[in-house]
């Protein structure tokens, strides 16, 4: 099923609703600073704007209301993010209204991959900073008080994070410090014990869970001689 006619653009992320009624996805032009959101119903149909301005897609809230996103800001070339600052945004889900600014970073630091929690109040984000090196750390935030516990911090790049349900812990995509190669880890909570799950030589691209919890997916890349 073709859900949107072919456009001459990058297509950023794309997400399923909760029901799988929807899917949300963010549109740029090739050499953009920032994409548009946009939602159009799963069998195809017409797409509604959703948010101007937007960079990375997140996940919607367990009863679906709620939609997470990162908006960067204006080009800085001078820093190592290239952008002024990143913010944590969520709104509503139909249609974009209710913007919240729940977490603006700025300087030498980045929010990526934004995920609502399973209990609904907690968004997990992976935090980029460079103090004197690059670190990466996963961060937990209580969008109703604005606290937040930082669970894990490595020099090492984590690439994606994905919440098992079943465990209460995080899957996470990062960098092996020792074969410098994408691995799939277990992060615990709430300790931040980190546990490697795949061991080979082989590199993995993302991390996902299943709605049950039980099935794990990723992109196994294979180097080639």
Not at 12 to 19: E, H, K, P, R, T
Not at 168 to 186: E, H, K, M, T
């Amino acid at each position: 099923i073709r859900v949107v006619p072919s456009q001459q653009v990058h297509y950023w992320d794309i997400v399923f609703s909760n029901d799988s009624e929807y899917i949300y996805f963010i549109t740029a032009p090739r050499f953009g600073t920032h994409g548009t959101l946009y939602r159009v119903p799963s069998i195809g149909g017409q797409a509604r704007k959703i948010a101007d301005k937007t960079n990375h897609l997140g996940n919607l809230s367990p009863d679906g209301k709620r939609l997470l996103f990162v908006r960067y800001g204006d080009p800085a070339p001078h820093t190592s993010v290239n952008v002024t600052d990143s913010k944590l945004i969520s709104a509503n889900s139909d249609d974009g209204s209710d913007e919240r600014i729940h977490r603006t970073l700025e300087g030498e630091s980045i929010i990526r991959k934004v995920r609502y929690a399973e209990d609904g109040r907690s968004i997990y984000y992976l935090k980029r900073e460079l103090d004197g090196v690059e670190y990466w750390s996963i961060v937990r935030l209580d969008a109703q008080t604005g606290t937040e516990r930082e669970i894990i911090r490595k020099k090492e790049r984590i690439e994606a994070l994905a919440e098992l349900k079943t465990s209460g812990g995080l899957l996470i995509n990062a960098v092996d410090p020792v074969s410098n190669r994408r691995q799939l880890f277990y992060v615990s909570l709430p300790a931040g014990d980190v546990t490697r799950i795949t061991n080979d030589l082989n590199s993995y691209i993302g991390v996902s869970v299943d709605s049950d919890g039980r099935n794990i997916v990723s992109v196994q890349r294979t180097d080639e001689a």
